[in-house]
């Protein structure tokens, strides 16, 4: 009911911007990002969840030599006088540029986080600040949200942040009709690694954050009938699922859980579309199975650095 909420206050919200020519409208981007840390690379898949007919899938950006993000909310934005829509999947270059990926202080990670989430946020000021409806969202629920995943600098090994960007609203005349709305500095929180104690298994993130979902994780605690099929047909899917379920995810088999993950992500995403991703410290970033778009062609980017991950190369077979 929480989600459906959400998604009334958005109609409202995106309604009356179509409805005047000289306004912007927010396609959103709804779903969940389902994250694994193998013994070797980072599996990366995503389901999407539309929230509206206009809704956008979830996308991915590569962003500097070593990462990607998974994009949600307000990733797509289009301008009535421009033919085209906003994309900040695509609009990135500038954002690889701000990134420092050389020696930095102990401790100097969070600079580069702070990079890549000011990089964003200077890209949403003047996209957000062309709102000027009330948006009813509650002070925690972000606007646009980026999970951030690849290997942080100087070998501190596999990360998954999530970076999220609120908003805040003043009145402007007496009506209460004008709204001013203003982007603020982007939130981080932690997902990966965890404590040095505590269990590794799937990191799993939805947006809105009540999307109505059983978690990937908690499907396998319950034993649900459709990972129990999973589990008796393959002998690598019982050793992989025994190892989650001892909180040894980071230790388990590359090959083994992507293919799991192959095959459990359908289930889970029904009808709707989807897509897995695996990203190696070394070997870089493939698709294992690609978006549709992710195979269109797109102009070369003059500012991509040269061991920037790609993310139109051919899914496996």
């Known amino acids: 009911m929480r989600a459906q909420g959400l998604l009334l206050l958005f109609l409202l919200f995106l309604a009356p911007l179509a409805a005047q020519e000289d306004e912007i409208v927010a396609n959103l981007a709804g779903g969940r990002a389902i994250i694994l840390v193998t013994s070797d690379v980072i599996l990366i898949g995503a389901i999407d969840h539309p929230?509206?007919?206009?809704?956008?899938?979830?996308?991915?950006?590569?962003?500097?030599?070593?990462?990607?993000?998974?994009?949600?909310?307000?990733?797509?934005?289009?301008?009535?006088?421009?033919?085209?829509?906003?994309?900040?999947?695509?609009?990135?270059?500038?954002?690889?540029?701000?990134?420092?990926?050389?020696?930095?202080?102990?401790?100097?990670?969070?600079?580069?986080?702070?990079?890549?989430?000011?990089?964003?946020?200077?890209?949403?000021?003047?996209?957000a600040s062309q709102l000027h409806h009330k948006i009813d969202l509650k002070p925690d629920e972000p606007l646009f949200q980026v999970v951030l995943v690849g290997y942080a600098p100087q070998g501190y090994g596999p990360e998954v942040w999530l970076i999220d960007y609120r908003i805040e609203q003043e009145p402007r005349g007496r009506s209460e009709e004008f709204w001013q709305t203003h982007i603020l500095r982007p939130r981080f929180t932690q997902l990966y690694p965890p404590e040095k104690h505590a269990v590794r298994t799937f990191i799993e993130t939805r947006y809105p954050a009540d999307l109505a979902a059983v978690p990937l994780s908690g499907l396998i605690e319950q034993d649900d009938s459709q990972i129990a099929r999973l589990r008796s047909s393959d002998a690598r899917f019982a050793k992989f699922l025994e190892q989650v379920a001892h909180g040894h995810a980071n230790k388990t088999n590359p090959q083994d859980a992507a293919a799991f993950l192959r095959a459990a992500l359908p289930l889970?995403?029904?009808?709707?579309?989807?897509?897995?991703?695996?990203?190696?410290?070394?070997e870089g970033f493939r698709w294992i199975v690609a978006p549709p778009e992710a195979a269109a062609k797109t102009p070369q980017d003059k500012n991509r650095p040269a061991d920037a991950p790609t993310l139109l190369r051919k899914p496996y077979p």
Not at 74 to 98: F, K
Not at 269 to 275: I, K, R, T, Y
């Open 51 to 127: 929230l509206e007919t206009k809704s956008v899938p979830p996308r991915l950006a590569s962003i500097g030599p070593s990462h990607v993000g998974i994009l949600f909310g307000a990733s797509e934005w289009q301008i009535p006088a421009e033919p085209s829509p906003i994309r900040l999947d695509r609009d990135v270059p500038n954002i690889r540029a701000a990134v420092t990926w050389g020696y930095q202080p102990p401790g100097a990670g969070e600079s580069d986080l702070e990079q890549i989430g000011i990089a964003f946020l200077e890209k949403l000021r003047p996209l």
């Open 268 to 282: 889970l995403a029904g009808q709707e579309p989807f897509f897995l991703a695996q990203m190696g410290e070394t």
